[in-house]
Nanobody, 114 residues
Framework: QMQLVESGGGSAQPGGSLRLSCLMT??????MAWYRQAPGKERELVAS????????FYADSAKGRFTISRDDAKNLVYLQMNNLKPEDAAVYCC?????????WGQGTQVTVSS
């Protein structure tokens, strides 16, 4: 069964950067996405990437600041987050971009504060 392992989160100051990684335990060729969930809020899709790497999609909150990419040879999906804002603080998870999702991983916590 597919397992998703997210890493790369941590604490950053406003304006800082973090790079998140999502390791998939199986090789798949599906559109993938990064999601986030802040305390008291619903999970939201942040960015998605198609099988071949394009096209990509970004939520309005992520446009111009976040970049999603993938390395299918390594079963990895990345999320480069620049110019972080306090409202970006959340647990970030990866999963399929559509359809029935796999079991959610633990996610990686992102904290943004000065």
């Amino acid at each position: 069964q597919m397992q998703l392992v997210e890493s790369g989160g941590g604490s950053a100051q406003p304006g800082g950067s973090l790079r998140l990684s999502c390791l998939m335990t199986e090789t798949v060729f599906v559109s993938m996405a990064w999601y986030r969930q802040a305390p008291g809020k619903e999970r939201e899709l942040v960015a998605s990437i198609s099988r071949g790497g394009t096209p990509t999609f970004y939520a309005d909150s992520a446009k111009g600041r976040f970049t999603i990419s993938r390395d299918d040879a390594k079963n990895l999906v990345y999320l480069q987050m620049n110019n972080l804002k306090p409202e970006d603080a959340a647990v970030y998870c990866c999963n399929k971009a559509s359809g029935d999702v796999w079991p959610w991983g633990q996610g990686t916590q992102v904290t943004v504060s000065s």
